[in-house]
């Protein structure tokens, strides 16, 4: 048997990397091979107000994760409250980026491992059934995206700090009722799918991350950060958890440069963690409630990572269900176009944090006097679980370093391990 395996590219990821497996050294790498793109540095000097549109570039997929929880941040910095509207706006928007991702990610790139295929084109021939609902998913999430973000399903040109530029048509958001309906029967569908794929053994992470939710619902926003230990007596208010304010995030990700790597890994108390859809149900699925909450208790999840596809899909439930309610509260309050907040320059520091689709994502900025950036952190969700991720690996390959078929075996679990993750590789290397 060969002692090193190599696998040149994980296929049905985002982004580009590779794995070395040395077996006779012990040595495992997750090799990032896109280059780093320094959007940290490229929006030095630029005003306040040029910050969002330009960070939101980082990556196509993630482009309203990236805008949103850049406009918190700054509007953190300057004191900037904002109205009810522009809220529930926001998150009808992130809400669609979610059903958009976690669609396109269940359906067209893990699906095909459960599957015996290699792409959607397999899961068409199949199951019909379970393409089209992807495919559905993810052009809904695309046309939420386009309402509320000013025409465009990426790269909204129509949020603003404080506020929207332009506010959507009542037509338009009654138009999205019966395809969110049929969304949310999808996400059960999607959850009876996943809960009968068989796992198989992995390191599970030691630690979980996820923002606490604002009051007694499951919600994508929240206030502190927690950290949950593993805990053999279970999950949910079982676990030990530590709690700490977004403005202390790094002592929650403390990063480290790898030299294999051109992306940074995040470690807790010098060990991998891990974040996302998974960390969020396994911490605060006894807050989901209604049609979601029904999708979690007709599942049995653990916290093995590849459960982190179950999650996801138990979050297209959620995510569906919370757009039906945010369209009934917009349409209740009545909306109208509102004006922008003004506010004072000075120096200041911001930070903000927003659950998305990959896990959570933190922005920091620090500006001068006049509005200019003069330092900026961004830490992705993909940043901080490669550790976890890299450690998956790590697992695998001592279960099966003497099994005769190992290299075979390795390189498929390795695969599906990675995939289960949902990596956003360009947003790892920002």
Request: some cysteine.
């Amino acid at each position: 048997m060969s002692r090193e395996i190599k696998i040149e590219h994980i296929c049905r990821v985002e982004g580009h990397g590779g794995v070395t497996i040395d077996l006779e050294k012990d040595i495992v790498k997750l090799e990032i091979f896109e280059g780093s793109r320094f959007f940290e540095f490229l929006v030095a000097g630029k005003s306040y107000d040029e910050i969002p549109v330009i960070v939101c570039r980082i990556c196509a997929i993630c482009s309203i994760s990236h805008m949103i929880t850049s406009l918190m941040t700054i509007e953190n910095a300057f004191g900037i409250q904002i109205s009810k509207q522009t809220m529930l706006l926001r998150e009808l928007i992130h809400c669609g980026g979610m059903l958009e991702s976690h669609g396109l990610h269940l359906f067209c790139l893990a699906a095909p491992d459960y599957l015996g295929c290699n792409s959607i084109v397999g899961v068409a021939d199949k199951k019909p059934e379970l393409a089209n609902i992807g495919l559905k998913l993810k052009k809904l999430g695309n046309r939420i995206q386009e309402i509320i973000g000013g025409g465009r399903p990426i790269h909204p040109i129509n949020l603003r700090i404080g506020g929207f530029g332009k506010i959507p048509e009542k037509h338009e958001l009654l138009a999205l009722k019966n395809e969110l309906e049929m969304a949310v029967n999808d996400g059960i569908k999607a959850a009876a799918f996943f809960s009968k794929i068989d796992t198989f053994p992995v390191d599970e992470p030691q630690y979980f991350s996820a923002l606490k939710p604002v009051g007694n619902r499951f919600s994508f926003y929240g206030k502190n950060i927690c950290v949950s230990e593993n805990s053999n007596s279970g999950f949910f208010n079982e676990n030990k958890v530590e709690e700490f304010e977004i403005r202390d995030y790094r002592k929650v990700c403390q990063e480290v440069v790898i030299q294999h790597s051109n992306a940074k890994h995040s470690l807790y108390n010098g060990k991998p963690f891990m974040t996302g859809a998974l960390a969020r149900v396994m911490m605060f699925g006894n807050m989901l409630y209604g049609r979601s909450k029904e999708a979690l208790d007709m599942v049995r999840i653990t916290r093995n990572p590849l459960c982190n596809n179950l999650a996801q899909a138990i979050e297209l439930v959620y995510a569906s269900q919370r757009c039906l309610e945010i369209i009934d509260e917009l349409l209740d309050i009545r909306m109208e176009n509102e004006t922008l907040p003004v506010f004072q320059l000075g120096k200041c520091t911001g930070t903000a944090a927003l659950e998305v689709p990959r896990g959570t994502l933190y922005h920091h900025y620090e500006f001068d006097e006049s509005g200019k950036n003069i330092k900026t952190d961004i830490i992705t969700p993909t940043a901080i679980n490669l550790a976890s991720m890299e450690q998956g690996v790590r697992g695998i390959v001592e279960l099966h370093r003497q099994d005769a078929t190992s290299v075979e075996v390795i390189t498929s679990k390795t695969g599906m391990l990675l995939r289960a993750y949902d990596p956003c590789i360009s947003c790892s290397v920002h």
